[in-house]
C-alpha cells in the first residue's frame, strides 16, 4: 500500500515540475518554445477540398499559411508561405498542435488520480476480500484510461470560425484569428 502511494505522489511531483518553466533559457530556445503551433484548416468556397498548415500571418483581406508545423523552421525561415484572399474562404478550423496529447494525459493523471482515491474509499469496505492496494490499483488504471479517453476527445475539437467569403465577417473575426498567428 505505501509502495502504490508513493509511486502515485512522486507521479504527482514528477508532473507538477516538468510544468514548470525554465526562466533560465536563452533568448533562441526561449523564443521556439514561445511559438506556438495551431493547425488550421481552411474551407473554400470555391472547391471541395480544404487546405492544411499553420495560420503565420492575417493581412488587411487575406490569410497567410505556412506548410511547415515545426516550432525550428520558423526562426530558421524553413517554411513557403500561401497567401488566401477572405473571399474565397468559406470556413477556418483551428486546434492546437499538441491539443490531444494535452488532453489525454491531463485526463488519465485526472482519472487515475480519481479513480485510486475512490478505490480507496472502497476498500473499506468488508465484503470483498480483494486487498487495498489492488483496489486503488483498479481504480486507477480504469478511471485513468477512461479520463485519458476523454481527455483525447476534448483535445480534438476544433475552432471554427465562419468568413463565408464575406470581408464584414473577415473584419469581425480577425482579432481571433491574430492569436492563432505565429506572428
Not at 502504490?4 to 526562466?23: N, V
Not at 472547391?47 to 492575417?58: D, F, H
Not at 487515475?112 to 480483494?130: H, K, N, R, V, Y
Not at 491574430?178 to 506572428?183: L, V
Amino acid at each position: 500500500m505505501r509502495k502504490i502511494a508513493s509511486t502515485f505522489i512522486a507521479m504527482c511531483i514528477f508532473y507538477s515540475i516538468s510544468a514548470q518553466q525554465d526562466t533560465t533559457l536563452n533568448w533562441e530556445v526561449k523564443s521556439e518554445k514561445q511559438i506556438m503551433i495551431y493547425r488550421t484548416w481552411i474551407t473554400l468556397n470555391n472547391s471541395a477540398k480544404k487546405l492544411t498548415g499553420v495560420m503565420y500571418e492575417i493581412k488587411d483581406s487575406a490569410i497567410l499559411v505556412s506548410n511547415s508545423m515545426v516550432r525550428n523552421n520558423y526562426l530558421k525561415g524553413n517554411f513557403k508561405v500561401s497567401e488566401i484572399n477572405y473571399n474565397t474562404i468559406d470556413l477556418v478550423k483551428i486546434r492546437s498542435k499538441y491539443s490531444i496529447g494535452k488532453g489525454a494525459l491531463s485526463g488519465g493523471i485526472f482519472g487515475f488520480a480519481l479513480g485510486g482515491i475512490l478505490g480507496l474509499i472502497f476498500s473499506q469496505d468488508i465484503f470483498t476480500p480483494i486487498p487495498v492496494g489492488e483496489k486503488i490499483m483498479t481504480g486507477g488504471i480504469s478511471l485513468g484510461i477512461g479520463g485519458a479517453l476523454l481527455g483525447a476527445v476534448i483535445g480534438s475539437m476544433q475552432i471554427t470560425i465562419p468568413i463565408n467569403g464575406n470581408i464584414e465577417n473577415f473584419n469581425k473575426n480577425k482579432a481571433q484569428l491574430k492569436k492563432y498567428t505565429i506572428q
